[in-house]
């Protein structure tokens, strides 16, 4: 049985930093791409960062470059999303999911596997 648990949300204020995790089982980790997507209320989910099997590469959506970084530990099944700066355009439940074969990074119906979410509030 796959398992995504995603961890490390919470409220924050403008300017503020969180780090969110997200333990995957059930599954080969190192074979799979991973992905962080948001959804804010009334909102598409949106591509926020993906990250390699190796972890060696990385992808951005253009409004959080620069500010938030993604990245993995195979040996823990983990994937992590550190936020910094955060602003209260960024308040949405976050989600990770992973994608074993190719595909679009940017893409959210491209990834086989979802976890189910954590709340990022960023007040003002």
């Known amino acids: 049985q796959v398992q995504l648990v995603e961890s490390g949300g919470g409220l924050v204020q403008t300017g503020g930093s969180l780090r969110l995790s997200c333990a995957a089982s059930g599954i080969t980790f190192g074979t799979y791409v991973m992905g962080w997507f948001r959804q804010a209320p009334g909102k598409e989910r949106e591509f926020v960062a993906g990250?390699?099997?190796?972890?060696?590469?990385?992808y951005y959506a253009d409004s959080v470059k620069g500010r938030f970084t993604i990245s993995r530990d195979n040996a823990r099944n983990t994937v992590y999303l550190q936020m910094n700066n955060l602003k209260p355009e960024d308040t949405a439940v976050y989600y990770c999911?992973?994608?074993?074969?190719?595909?679009?990074?940017?893409?959210?119906?491209?990834?086989?596997?979802w976890g189910q979410g954590t709340q990022v509030t960023v007040s003002s």
């Open positions: 990250v390699s099997r190796s972890g060696g590469r990385t």
């Open positions: 999911a992973a994608r074993l074969y190719g595909g679009s990074y940017y893409t959210a119906n491209e990834y086989d596997y």
